[in-house]
């Protein structure tokens, strides 16, 4: 019996209802999913795991689990991973035997022209379901649906899931693990989570960023050349120029008057500085002063509110312009 994918995911019931199920394909994370899913269903059982080289190695070994019956447990739930053609003989002689009992084949891509695949599709004691890779449209779905009830899921923040990802289910699902551990009141922080995905065009921009505003125009043309812009992570981009900006305007509230030591002040912010970003902050920190940083706040919010208000607008085109103006004014007097 052939089952579609996004129908066992709706519906687990077929999963408990045949004897044998064959799960195989290509994508990893959901065939991950569909394992625990079944092991969370089973808990009252006993749930045993093997490879298939360990049953060909013995090849009864799969029929004396199933005939010892145990003690304290209804069924036994058998896992068969890494599995392909070669265990199809012993299988096909093993579902006779089958009462109770649930086995689980867990195969990589397996042809049309599978004798597993073919045999067990056919048989109206098995279940066959192929886990075919996602798309861009199952991935975001399954962001949504997994962060439902989370405040600030923006479409940006899920395009920028979306592309860390690489459509990869298994990352998606370990990405949405990160975003609930670190936010626990379900309150997404935009600038956080740019962060915590260790997104690599958000390194990056990271590098164009702090160029710019150190005022190194050489390497800032290289990197402004370099660094690809996404356009739907352009109010993110704000948000990381902001941020330093704001660091850097929390250092100046902090002077008193020159006799301040920079690297102290630094060194007392809260969060801490990371290591590798204070000497670079205090380098920062020689090129600005209050008003000029000021400035620079007012024309940040001024670009995010046309971002947001024309969606006509080249967005991305105004970020570069606005690194240009960023370098200009960290070389300003």
Same mark, same amino acid.
């Given at each position: 019996m052939i089952f579609k994918s996004y129908l066992l995911e709706q519906n687990l019931d077929p999963f408990h209802k045949y004897k044998i199920f064959l799960i195989y394909g290509e994508n990893q994370g959901l065939k991950k999913e569909f394992k625990e899913i079944i092991k969370s269903k089973n808990k009252e059982n006993e749930k045993l795991n093997f490879l298939q080289d360990e049953v060909l190695l013995n090849k009864n070994i799969l029929l004396n689990e199933i005939s010892n019956k145990s003690l304290f447990n209804e069924k036994k739930i058998i896992f068969i991973d890494q599995a392909s053609d070669k265990i199809f003989k012993i299988i096909d002689d093993l579902i006779k035997d089958i009462s109770d009992e649930k086995i689980y084949i867990f195969c990589e891509n397996l042809d049309k022209k599978s004798k597993l695949r073919n045999s067990l599709e056919k048989s109206t004691e098995c279940g066959v379901v192929a886990c075919y890779p996602d798309n861009e449209i199952t991935i975001k779905k399954i962001i949504v649906n997994k962060l439902k009830g989370f405040k600030n899921l923006t479409p940006e923040i899920i395009n920028i899931i979306s592309q860390n990802s690489n459509l990869d289910r298994a990352k998606v699902n370990n990405e949405i693990d990160k975003i609930k551990s670190c936010f626990i009141d379900k309150t997404i922080d935009p600038i956080k989570i740019v962060t915590l995905l260790n997104i690599r065009t958000n390194n990056d921009f990271n590098k164009l960023r702090d160029e710019a505003i150190n005022g190194n125009k050489i390497n800032t043309n290289k990197l402004l050349a370099d660094t690809i812009f996404e356009t739907e992570n352009n109010i993110?981009?704000?948000?990381?120029?902001?941020?330093?900006?704001?660091?850097?305007?929390?250092? #100046?509230?902090?002077?008193?008057?020159?006799?301040?030591?920079?690297?102290?002040?630094?060194?007392?912010?809260?969060p801490p500085i990371f290591w590798k970003d204070k000497p670079i902050l205090i380098e920062q920190s020689k090129r600005w002063n209050k008003a000029?940083?000021?400035?620079?706040?007012?024309?940040?919010?001024?670009? #995010?509110k046309q971002i947001k208000t024309n969606s006509s607008v080249n967005s991305s085109l105004l970020i570069k312009k606005l690194i240009i103006d960023l370098c200009a004014c960290a070389n300003s007097a």
């Open positions: 993110f981009y704000l948000n990381i120029i902001n941020q330093r900006i704001n660091k850097l305007k929390e250092i #100046e509230n902090l002077k008193t008057d020159n006799k301040n030591n920079i690297d102290i002040l630094v060194s007392n912010l809260k000029k940083l000021n400035k620079f706040l007012n024309k940040t919010y001024n670009i #995010e």
